[in-house]
Every structure is written in C-alpha cells, then in structure tokens.
Antibody, heavy 120, light 110 residues
C-alpha cells in the first residue's frame, strides 16, 4: 500500500522560508515521478511542482517559480519542497502526491497533507 | 485561475444519476488523458478515474468517466449519501508545462 507522510508545516512569517518533507513507502520510490499540490482554506486544488524519477525533468506552477524548489533523495525515499519568500496566499495544506509513471504528468496517490500558515 | 471549468455544484436524490462536466482546451484535455479525484469532507483527495475512463481497484462501478474533444465528464449512477464530496478533474497542459485541476464541483445528495 502506498504511504506518503508529509512533515515540516507550521506557522511562518511572510518573506521567510520553510522546507517540507515527504517520506514514501509501500512502492519503489525511484520508479515514479512525484508532485506537490496545495489547497488553500476553502479553496480548490492547485498543482505546485513535479519532479521525474531521476530529477532530470522538473516543472513548476507560475505562481511559485523562482521561489520554490522541488527535490528528491531516492536513496532515502524522500521528496522535498524548499519554499522561499513565502506569501500569505501560500497558506494551504500541502500534499505529496505519487505519479502514475516515471515521467511528470499524472499525479495519482495522495498523502494526508501538512498545513503551512503564512502570517505575521 | 484554473484553466479547466467545472460547475460549482450538482445535486441529486439517492439512486439518481448525476454528471459533472470538465471543459478545457486543445492544449490540455484535447491532448492529454483526464483524471478525476474525489475529496470527502475533511480528507485528502483520492483517485477516482484515470486514463479518462479507468477506475482504480476499489472504486465502485457507479463511477464512470468519458472524454470527447476538449471536454470530459464524470457520471455517478445510483447516487448514494456517501458520494457527497468535492470532485476535481485534472490533466497535463502542454502549453503551460504544468498539471492543471478543474475548479471543483460539490455534489450534494438531497
């Protein structure tokens, strides 16, 4: 069974940084692309970023490009999201999502999420 | 602002059939497979339909998906109270080089 456990969320001031982690188990992590998706309070889903199995293909939403960095450690079955220059509109649940394939394109299995609150 | 448009809400009585539309363009639905996700209140989304019309194991066959041109649809037949949830379509957008979600539809069972 696919298990994805996010951590690292919390309260952070606007302009500061935060790093999210996702620990994966129940599947061969290095065979699949991974994503981060967020959902603001009472809002819909917003795709944030995706990374291919070998980290050679990375994509970002326009809203975070240049401020957020996605990375992965296949030896440790872990996915990361470094978030810099955070804005209040970044307040959301952040979900770690497993792709159906090795390449970025089809998020499918979701973790339970970690809450990030950007406020002074 | 999402590039995939869904109705904000649909409703039906138990046993009824309801459909949710997802409208896009040639750069997303028109050129990629569509997925559907179900989000029950207070929980994380879960996969409902992939490859336009395939159900993951464990998803009841009351749920079905279809795609035609730049639009897709999710149908729920034999509506049940436990189907009350938010539903999102999603697909890759070649022009944006990004995954895009629909605006979301809340299903209410009357």
């Amino acid at each position: 069974e696919v298990q994805l456990v996010e951590s690292g969320g919390g309260l952070v001031q606007p302009g500061r940084s935060l790093r999210l982690s996702c620990s994966a188990s129940g599947f061969t992590f290095h065979d699949y692309a991974m994503h981060w998706v967020r959902q603001g309070p009472g809002k819909g889903l917003e795709w944030v970023s995706g990374i291919s199995w070998n980290s050679h293909n990375i994509a970002y939403a326009d809203s975070v490009r240049g401020r957020f960095t996605i990375s992965r450690d296949n030896a440790d079955n872990s996915l990361y999201l470094q978030m810099n220059s955070l804005k209040p509109e970044g307040t959301a649940f952040y979900y770690c999502v497993k792709d159906m394939w090795a390449g970025v394109g089809a998020p499918r299995d979701w973790g339970q999420g970690t809450l990030v609150t950007v406020s002074s | 602002q999402s590039v995939l448009t869904q109705p904000p809400s649909v409703s039906g009585t138990p046993g009824q059939r309801v459909t949710i539309s997802c409208s896009g363009s040639s750069s997303n639905i028109g050129s990629s497979n569509v997925n559907w996700f179900q989000q029950l209140p207070g929980t994380a989304p879960k996969p409902l339909i992939y490859f336009n019309n395939q159900r993951p194991s464990g998803v009841p066959d009351r749920f079905s998906g279809s795609k035609s041109g730049t639009s897709a649809s999710l149908a729920i037949s034999g509506l049940q109270s436990e189907d009350e949830a938010d539903y999102y379509c999603g697909t890759w957008d070649e022009g944006l080089n990004a995954y895009v979600f629909g605006t979301g539809t809340k299903v209410t069972v009357l």
